[in-house]
């Protein structure tokens, strides 16, 4: 069984940095690890919904990411850790939320719901506050 377990988050003041990671262990019931797919990092603050955030594709080239995080979010991989990290900076307090990683159903990118990414992490709290 494939799991994804995040790390990283905490309570950092507006414009701070962190950076999150994606450990993955295990094999899903094909037989494959975590480098073969697309993975996702979501978000889900408090009375909302839960939001695609950004994802990568199996090769790690052309993250996409949402336009709320556009040019302070960066998403990267590393296969041989099979690993994903999700560095984020100048963070603002509508940042603050419960982000998950998701394993995508194929090597690209495809969905923005929730129900289109498999495997999810347990979460991790980033609070942005002065």
């Known amino acids: 069984q494939l799991q994804l377990v995040e790390s990283g988050g905490g309570l950092v003041q507006p414009g701070e940095s962190l950076r999150l990671s994606c450990a993955a262990s295990?094999?899903?019931?094909?037989?494959?690890?975590?480098?073969?797919?697309?993975v996702a990092w979501f978000r889900q603050a408090p009375g909302k919904e839960r939001e695609r955030v950004s994802c990568?594709?199996?090769?790690?080239?052309?993250?996409n990411y949402a336009d709320f995080v556009k040019g302070r979010f960066t998403l990267s991989r590393d296969n041989a850790k099979a690993t994903v990290y999700l560095q984020m900076n100048s963070l603002k307090p509508e940042d603050t939320a419960v982000y998950y990683c998701?394993?995508?159903?194929?090597?690209?990118?495809?969905?923005?719901?929730?129900?289109?990414?498999?495997?999810w992490g347990q979460g991790t709290q980033v609070t942005v506050s002065s």
């Open positions: 990568i594709s199996r090769g790690g080239s052309s993250p």
């Open positions: 295990g094999r899903t019931l094909d037989g494959r690890t975590l480098d073969y797919y697309a």
């Open positions: 998701a394993r995508g159903r194929y090597t690209y990118c495809s969905g923005y719901r929730a129900n289109d990414y498999d495997s």
